[in-house]
């Protein structure tokens, strides 16, 4: 059992119905996402109630089984990563099928991030979600623009998906 899983898990056992119990609350979509097995795998459970399609909705996260995910970890203020995004975004438009991009906006403010996720086609981490700060902080993300790829079994297969993207964009989802 992954750490996002376990952490759920003892939550679980701690909490029932959104109840509160030696100080911890669980969310009551994260209890039936997870009493029905749709928490994602790995560092991907963070998007289970946190997901959003490219026009702000939610999103039941079983959009991403069995596929590669791209953490797009990115901002508008951000000069490279304006110039990396629509690659991403060509990139991303032809291999759906098999890849998605979720962008986890470093933005400063929402609106600036809907600003710049316009038109993308990107997934979103909302943006005021605790899952978005705490993707940032378990990828340790210090530079921007960084793309982590991960396994469709929540693993993470490497931080270096722009340089993937950019030098060998015709092989690089088969090689992952």
């Avoid at 029932?16 to 119990?21: F, T």
């Avoid at 990139?91 to 609106?111: N, W």
């Avoid at 710049?116 to 997934?123: A, T």
Wanted: glycine letters at 8%; aromatic letters at 8%; a negative charge.
């Amino acid at each position: 059992m992954n750490q996002s899983a376990r952490d759920v898990s003892e939550s679980k056992q701690l909490v029932g119905d959104g109840d509160i119990a030696l100080g911890c609350v669980v969310a009551p979509e994260l209890l039936r996402a997870f009493e029905s097995g749709d928490v994602l795998p790995g560092i991907l459970a963070h998007l289970t109630t946190s997901l959003r399609d490219q026009y702000g909705n939610p999103m039941d996260s079983s959009e991403l089984k069995g596929k590669l995910v791209g953490l797009y970890f990115s901002a508008g203020w951000c000069g490279p990563c304006r110039q990396f995004s629509p690659v991403l975004s060509k990139f991303h438009e032809e291999k759906q099928d098999d890849f998605r991009v979720v962008l986890v906006s470093m933005d400063k403010s929402e609106p600036e991030m809907i600003e710049y996720i316009k038109g993308k086609g990107f997934l979103w981490v909302d943006f005021r979600s605790q899952s978005r700060k705490d993707l940032i902080q378990k990828l340790n993300i210090s530079s921007l623009p960084t793309l982590v790829i991960v396994s469709p079994e929540g693993e993470v297969i490497t931080d270096f998906g722009r340089l993937a993207v950019t030098s060998n964009p015709d092989t690089c989802v088969a090689d992952w």
